[in-house]
């Protein structure tokens, strides 16, 4: 898990200032038979973020928006070029000949990071968000939105090498953004001790099963619709989920306990990295809007999916959902001009309890937003309130 300041219109700011931190939640009877790599020295959390600095050290944020005369310093995205890691620029980490577990967390405001290893060892992914995964699936990449964490197993005894570069290869802003450049390519080095050592973690065939989406138990659906307005000159001055401000009255009362099927539907040219807080969600499917135009100009006029048919639109190409994030997230990329069908969960899946320990009806309620904080500051963000 990892916590950050959530002030409303300050919370890219306060990142930046380095109000956030995490900690790891352990079920030892049920983790420990795993035989993952474990202790401090072999599950390490890496917290990764791009940053820019003045000369001086300290951090530089531009003061001027896109926008002046409309919002004095809202700027859409941040980007640094400088890659921190857990608090330092472009470390390196000295590893044994074995396996490592890492639970690599993106605290960007705003950048995507697509992690390769240059030597070419694959990542074991093991879990996502606050979930492990089914069985472990292996991949050369991981694609790493703001607030997500990718959560794997590296075995450096593979390696042909002695040391080898994390590195980044994900355009900024994502998915249509600029290439990387020589220095936000690059997230860490690690060196890789030359002796073998003995090596007791394993990766086992099968992780841990979570109860699976029951479609009939869904109590609502939901159509989420994501926009982004801007100037004359083409330029973003906000955005908004469902044309509503973050002040604008609850729409959205779950059940605790109860399950739902949400439709979100990105009507923008950005990814935007769907975070429900304290609900959990499986991806079901991705789906292109065909005739875009049409339905986005339905859309802007009467702000209803249903009205402008919206399943009429999406009819096109299944995105597929990774292998890795197909079990249970609190946090999901959602691609630009397409429909993903989640389904939300309001209670804890690691027990059986169809509720939670504490009343989660008490206000001051939750928030569901995107996690480019930029975005989520100006203003996509929608409260919800839990009820009984």
């Given at each position: ?69 409309i919002h004095p310093q809202w700027q859409p995205e941040y980007f640094g070029n400088v890659i921190v890691v857990n608090g330092k620029a472009w470390p390196y980490m000295e590893v044994q000949r074995r396996k490592y577990r890492f639970r690599i967390i993106n605290t960007s405001n705003a950048r995507f990071f697509r992690f390769y290893l240059r030597n070419g060892l694959p990542f074991i992914h093991v879990a996502s968000d606050s979930a492990y995964i089914r069985r472990p699936i292996i991949a050369k990449t991981t694609l790493v939105a703001p607030s997500e964490i990718s959560d794997v197993v590296i075995d450096f005894s593979k390696s042909k ?228």
């Amino acid at each position: 898990m990892w916590y950050h300041d959530h002030a409303m219109g300050l919370t890219r700011a306060n990142l930046l200032a380095g109000l956030l931190g995490s900690y790891i939640v352990r079920h030892p009877h049920i983790e420990d038979p795993l035989g993952l790599p474990s202790g401090h020295q072999f599950d390490r959390v890496l917290v990764v973020c791009d940053r820019d600095f003045y000369r001086n050290g300290s951090i530089y944020m531009n003061t001027t928006g896109n926008n002046p005369h409309i919002h004095p310093q809202w700027q859409p995205e941040y980007f640094g070029n400088v890659i921190v890691v857990n608090g330092k620029a472009w470390p390196y980490m000295e590893v044994q000949r074995r396996k490592y577990r890492f639970r690599i967390i993106n605290t960007s405001n705003a950048r995507f990071f697509r992690f390769y290893l240059r030597n070419g060892l694959p990542f074991i992914h093991v879990a996502s968000d606050s979930a492990y995964i089914r069985r472990p699936i292996i991949a050369k990449t991981t694609l790493v939105a703001p607030s997500e964490i990718s959560d794997v197993v590296i075995d450096f005894s593979k390696s042909k090498s002695n040391e080898v570069i994390l590195a980044n290869d994900a355009v900024y802003p994502f998915p249509s953004g600029d290439p990387v450049n020589n220095a936000n390519s690059k997230v860490m080095k690690f060196i890789i001790r030359h002796q073998q050592v003995s090596d007791p973690s394993k990766i086992p065939k099968t992780l841990i099963k979570y109860p699976s989406p029951n479609l009939s138990s869904t109590s609502q659906t939901r159509y989420i619709s994501m926009y982004e307005y801007t100037s004359k000159t083409d330029e973003p001055t906000h955005l908004l989920i469902n044309g509503l401000s973050f002040d604008a009255p609850v729409t959205e009362t779950p059940k605790v306990g109860s399950t739902e099927i949400w439709y979100v539907i990105n009507l923008t040219e950005d990814n935007h990295p769907l975070h429900v807080h304290l609900g959990l969600f499986k991806v079901l499917k991705q789906t292109h809007l065909l005739d875009f135009d049409k339905f986005h100009d339905c859309m802007v006029k009467i702000n209803d999916a249903q009205k402008c048919n919206v399943h009429s639109h999406a009819r096109g190409y299944k995105l597929p959902v990774p292998k890795h994030e197909r079990g249970w997230k609190n946090v999901y990329k959602m691609s630009p001009g397409y429909m993903t069908m989640i389904y939300v969960r309001f209670s804890y899946i690691h027990v059986n309890n169809v509720s939670y320990p504490f009343d989660a009806t008490k206000d001051p309620g939750y928030v569901y937003h995107c996690h480019i904080l930029d975005h989520e500051d100006n203003v996509m963000m929608r409260p919800f309130k839990l009820v009984h």
